[in-house]
């Protein structure tokens, strides 16, 4: 079989242009700690039909966790995100926090507007992230996954503040478990 | 002599195919219009926000699942008659594929249609992805059920003939379009078991209530299994047409048979092992998977590269033909004056800006930034809306006549119609790019918020509201063009000699290597390869049961 060397030549190169990619994709991943949603860290489903009875969506909100991090226990639910719609959900600037969401009914999206927050929450998986906000201000949440009739009615929004104006008082505590 | 003497019977179902085709093609648009009308918010006095999911649903069935599987069905066989020198080997079984095919996408487009219908039992804006627990009407499910099979049986009528054929040539090498055709239908035959399984075994008995509860990541994840090797199954006959025929029309000759024959191949070992990429954002998948997902992602971009290549090789050759010199002043010599040739290069030109903002669709997180937002249709309105679907259009002003033995109509009109799509797509394609970098999210009728303020990186909402609107509604009309010409040259047109020959390839099969045909050896490879890809994460899946964890139908 005969390759022309031009087709050599350019084959060459695009091989070397996808090893560019693969690398600035793993680079962000090890390096920037540029995560991507994943499962609960236990690898456990949750049932849809009980998840708000009981277990820790029984009770959505922020908690706070060890050295000084916090947790999000979010529901995407028809339609509306709980906590953050209504009431925005306030956290602290510059702490690392991770979400926890998950659906009680059909598939929702989580989108933070303008960031790279971006996860699917569906029934019975709980979508795990970590994240930092490094800003002060009010951040706007749209679920852009397609959930009903409603669907583009369903928002938030998400407060960051300085840390040291955090409110605690409005933690969730563990012990309501 | 051209087709539809030689083969009369084949030209009766390819031009059956097409009909339904085009008739999908002109419902499935104006959708489209009406949607970028509402969601711009520029008219919103046709349907409701909330019907607009039932109009959204018709979009992404009409176009992305029925024209082109009859566009491909109608394209497939007239290539596979026309290189085998074979009528379909039975025209009974040829007829039965086809009206199950179009018997499946009737019942599905009655349940979408009935949503639009105020007092009807029926609905089905689930969205062409269907993802439960949003349910829909059994019919929905049962007609996509039959349209996929309908196509299995396709290409098993081309099997067929294909076998009966190599009976008569022991020794040859398959011919060029039969060998893509076969490859294509390997790949999809891989692919669409998945959805097969999806709605055959899950959602079919949940419609109709035999179970009540639906775990929703198990047959999201066979959709997806199959989701990323249709869009090859939607572009691999518009790159049949770029390797058979543009090479022809540019008016030279195809650069290499072998290398054609290899990209087909990568099509089918790397298709479908990578549809996690796009559950980058879903929980219950782990990271592994999704980085495994990434690197196989971007190597399927090398078949396409190679064809970049070789098609704007061939390009040159025709246009150093024709008379052209010089290093880039050949492009003038191209006949920019002929529908069918122009629509397959714009049609090119545009793929390859889609196949980069694709690059960033595949690299993990930096799609975080972009995942469901307006950046998505922004993409796939380049590859399957202009590539596979510009280049359909254009090669049917070609194909057309040798169905018919009558030339073409209104070729002024012909010429206008890729022009004016490629200046709709590019207002409305660029425009919801951006607005996905700003966060405005697709499938959605009312992208304001109270809550929400974009704030984009490039240009002004209200700038990109527009073009998407006029761009949108440039894209209709390039559509009624494309049907008008359609319609005048299906029965009118004047008689006279059509040109219908291929000219062979500068290296052609004498040169390819034996091993390129062995389909038995390559179907194998992509067996493994899915295997390796797909059995534990879907094995853990399915060990807490099928149907578990389970949610509740939500019927829409
Ligand atoms: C007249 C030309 C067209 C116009 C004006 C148009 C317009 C649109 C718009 C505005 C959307 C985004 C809707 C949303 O996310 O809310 C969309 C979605 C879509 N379009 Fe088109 N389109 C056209 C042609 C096509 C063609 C030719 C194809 C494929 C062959 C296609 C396939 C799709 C698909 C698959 C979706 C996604 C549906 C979904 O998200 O469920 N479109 N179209
Ligand atoms: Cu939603
Ligand atoms: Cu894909």
């Given at each position: 079989?005969?390759i022309?060397?031009?087709?050599?030549?350019?084959?060459?190169?695009s091989?070397?242009?996808i090893?560019?990619?693969?690398?600035?994709?793993?680079?962000?991943?090890?390096?920037?700690?540029?995560?991507?949603?994943?499962?609960?860290?236990?690898?456990?489903?949750?049932?849809?039909?009980?998840?708000?009875?009981?277990?820790?969506?029984?009770?959505?909100?922020?908690?706070?966790?060890?050295?000084?991090?916090?947790?999000?226990?979010?529901?995407?639910?028809?339609f509306?995100f709980?906590?953050?719609s209504?009431?925005?959900?306030?956290?602290?600037?510059?702490?690392?926090?991770?979400f926890?969401?998950?659906?009680?009914?059909?598939?929702?999206?989580?989108?933070?507007?303008?960031?790279?927050?971006?996860?699917?929450?569906?029934p019975?998986?709980?979508?795990?992230?970590?994240?930092?906000?490094?800003?002060?201000?009010?951040?706007?949440?749209?679920?852009?996954?397609?959930?009903?009739?409603?669907?583009?009615?369903?928002?938030?929004?998400?407060?960051?503040?300085?840390?040291?104006?955090?409110?605690?008082?409005n933690?969730?505590?563990?012990?309501?478990? | 002599m051209?087709?539809?003497d030689?083969?009369p019977?084949?030209?009766?179902?390819?031009?059956?195919?097409?009909?339904?085709?085009?008739?999908?093609?002109?419902?499935?648009g104006?959708?489209?219009?009406?949607?970028?009308?509402?969601?711009?918010?520029?008219?919103?006095?046709?349907?409701?926000?909330?019907?607009?999911?039932?109009?959204?649903?018709?979009?992404?069935?009409?176009?992305?699942l029925?024209?082109?599987?009859?566009?491909?069905?109608?394209?497939?066989?007239?290539?596979?008659?026309?290189?085998?020198?074979?009528?379909?080997?039975?025209?009974?079984?040829a007829?039965?594929?086809?009206?199950?095919?179009?018997?499946?996408t009737?019942?599905?487009?009655?349940?979408?249609?009935?949503?639009?219908?105020?007092?009807?039992?029926?609905?089905?804006?689930?969205?062409?992805?269907?993802?439960?627990?949003?349910?829909?009407?059994?019919?929905?499910?049962?007609?996509?059920?039959?349209?996929?099979?309908g196509?299995w049986?396709?290409?098993?009528?081309?099997?067929?003939?294909?076998?009966?054929?190599?009976?008569?040539?022991p020794?040859?090498?398959?011919?060029?379009?039969t060998y893509?055709?076969?490859?294509?239908?390997?790949?999809?035959?891989?692919?669409?078991?998945?959805?097969a399984?999806?709605?055959?075994?899950?959602?079919?008995?949940?419609?109709?209530?035999?179970?009540?509860?639906?775990?929703?990541?198990?047959?999201?994840t066979?959709?997806?299994?199959?989701?990323?090797?249709?869009?090859?199954?939607?572009?691999?006959?518009?790159?049949?047409?770029?390797?058979?025929?543009?090479?022809?029309?540019?008016g030279?000759?195809?650069?290499s048979d072998?290398?054609?024959?290899?990209v087909?191949?990568?099509?089918l070992?790397?298709?479908?092992?990578?549809?996690?990429?796009?559950?980058?954002?879903?929980?219950g998948i782990?990271?592994?998977?999704?980085?495994?997902a990434?690197?196989?992602?971007?190597l399927?971009?090398?078949?396409?590269?190679?064809?970049?290549?070789?098609?704007?090789?061939?390009?040159?050759?025709?246009?150093?033909?024709?008379?052209?010199?010089?290093?880039f002043?050949?492009?003038?010599?191209?006949?920019?004056?002929?529908?069918?040739?122009?629509?397959?290069?714009?049609?090119?030109?545009?793929?390859?800006?889609?196949?980069?903002?694709?690059?960033?669709n595949?690299?993990?997180?930096?799609?975080?930034?972009?995942?469901?937002?307006?950046w998505?249709?922004?993409?796939?309105?380049?590859?399957?809306?202009?590539?596979?679907?510009?280049?359909?259009m254009?090669?049917t002003?070609?194909?057309?006549?040798?169905?018919?033995?009558?030339?073409?109509?209104?070729?002024?009109?012909?010429?206008?119609?890729?022009?004016?799509w490629?200046?709709?797509?590019?207002?409305?394609?660029?425009?919801l790019?951006?607005?996905?970098?700003?966060?405005?999210?697709?499938?959605?009728?009312?992208?304001?918020?109270?809550?929400?303020?974009?704030?984009?990186?490039?240009?002004?909402?209200?700038?990109?509201?527009?073009?998407?609107?006029?761009?949108?509604?440039?894209?209709?009309?390039?559509?009624?063009?494309?049907?008008?010409?359609?319609?005048?040259?299906?029965?009118?047109?004047?008689?006279?000699?059509?040109?219908?020959?291929?000219?062979?390839?500068?290296?052609?099969?004498?040169?390819?290597?034996?091993?390129?045909?062995?389909?038995?050896?390559?179907?194998?490879?992509?067996?493994?390869?899915?295997?390796?890809?797909?059995?534990?994460?879907?094995a853990?899946?399915?060990?807490?049961?099928?149907?578990?964890?389970?949610?509740?139908?939500?019927?829409?």
């Amino acid at each position: 079989m005969h390759i022309h060397r031009f087709e050599k030549l350019w084959i060459g190169l695009s091989l070397f242009l996808i090893a560019c990619f693969i690398g600035i994709v793993m680079f962000g991943f090890t390096v920037l700690d540029l995560k991507v949603p994943g499962g609960d860290r236990s690898g456990k489903t949750v049932d849809p039909k009980t998840v708000m009875a009981e277990g820790p969506f029984s009770n959505p909100g922020v908690r706070e966790a060890e050295n000084g991090e916090y947790d999000v226990y979010m529901l995407a639910q028809k339609f509306l995100f709980r906590p953050s719609s209504g009431q925005p959900l306030v956290l602290p600037k510059g702490k690392r926090v991770t979400f926890h969401i998950t659906s009680p009914d059909v598939i929702h999206g989580f989108e933070v507007v303008g960031t790279n927050i971006n996860a699917m929450a569906i029934p019975g998986q709980i979508a795990t992230f970590t994240t930092i906000f490094p800003k002060t201000g009010t951040y706007g949440v749209i679920c852009h996954e397609y959930c009903g009739a409603a669907h583009h009615t369903m928002q938030g929004q998400i407060k960051v503040v300085p840390a040291s104006e955090y409110d605690e008082s409005n933690l969730v505590s563990t012990s309501a478990n | 002599m051209t087709f539809v003497d030689r083969y009369p019977d084949a030209t009766r179902i390819v031009k059956a195919s097409f009909i339904v085709a085009f008739t999908a093609l002109g419902i499935g648009g104006l959708f489209g219009l009406i949607q970028a009308l509402h969601r711009t918010g520029t008219f919103r006095g046709i349907v409701s926000s909330v019907q607009y999911y039932d109009v959204l649903t018709g979009h992404g069935v009409l176009l992305a699942l029925v024209f082109t599987t009859f566009f491909i069905v109608g394209l497939y066989q007239w290539g596979v008659s026309r290189s085998l020198e074979r009528e379909p080997e039975n025209m009974t079984f040829a007829w039965s594929w086809f009206w199950m095919m179009t018997v499946g996408t009737v019942l599905t487009t009655i349940a979408i249609l009935g949503g639009l219908i105020p007092g009807t039992e029926i609905s089905a804006a689930v969205l062409y992805t269907f993802y439960p627990p949003l349910q829909a009407h059994p019919l929905f499910y049962i007609g996509a059920a039959l349209l996929v099979v309908g196509s299995w049986l396709a290409a098993a009528d081309w099997f067929w003939s294909f076998r009966k054929w190599r009976q008569k040539n022991p020794d040859a090498t398959i011919p060029l379009q039969t060998y893509m055709v076969l490859f294509t239908m390997l790949m999809w035959y891989v692919c669409s078991i998945g959805v097969a399984l999806e709605v055959v075994v899950l959602l079919i008995p949940w419609s109709l209530g035999l179970v009540t509860n639906i775990d929703p990541l198990l047959p999201r994840t066979l959709f997806w299994y199959f989701g990323h090797a249709v869009v090859y199954f939607w572009l691999l006959p518009a790159y049949f047409v770029w390797y058979s025929i543009l090479p022809k029309l540019s008016g030279g000759r195809l650069f290499s048979d072998s290398l054609t024959r290899i990209v087909f191949i990568l099509f089918l070992l790397l298709s479908t092992p990578i549809g996690f990429h796009h559950q980058y954002a879903d929980p219950g998948i782990t990271l592994g998977y999704k980085i495994w997902a990434v690197i196989s992602t971007l190597l399927i971009l090398l078949p396409s590269l190679m064809t970049a290549f070789t098609v704007i090789s061939s390009m040159e050759h025709g246009a150093r033909q024709r008379g052209g010199s010089g290093y880039f002043a050949w492009m003038g010599a191209l006949p920019w004056n002929r529908p069918a040739f122009v629509g397959c290069a714009l049609a090119g030109i545009m793929f390859a800006a889609g196949g980069f903002s694709g690059m960033i669709n595949a690299s993990l997180n930096i799609d975080m930034l972009i995942h469901n937002t307006a950046w998505i249709p922004g993409h796939f309105h380049l590859t399957v809306g202009t590539a596979s679907a510009l280049t359909f259009m254009a090669i049917t002003y070609w194909i057309l006549p040798q169905l018919t033995g009558r030339n073409l109509k209104f070729k002024k009109l012909a010429l206008a119609q890729p022009y004016t799509w490629f200046a709709g797509m590019t207002l409305m394609s660029n425009a919801l790019h951006r607005a996905g970098l700003a966060g405005i999210p697709r499938r959605v009728s009312e992208p304001e918020y109270r809550t929400v303020t974009y704030d984009p990186p490039f240009g002004t909402v209200s700038e990109m509201q527009w073009q998407v609107a006029l761009g949108g509604t440039i894209l209709f009309i390039s559509l009624i063009f494309f049907l008008v010409v359609v319609v005048a040259s299906w029965r009118g047109g004047e008689e006279g000699p059509i040109d219908d020959t291929l000219p062979a390839p500068l290296s052609g099969p004498e040169h390819s290597p034996k091993i390129l045909d062995n389909m038995k050896l390559w179907i194998g490879i992509a067996i493994v390869l899915v295997l390796l890809a797909y059995t534990l994460p879907l094995a853990d899946m399915v060990m807490d049961g099928l149907f578990s964890p389970g949610a509740p139908p939500s019927p829409v």
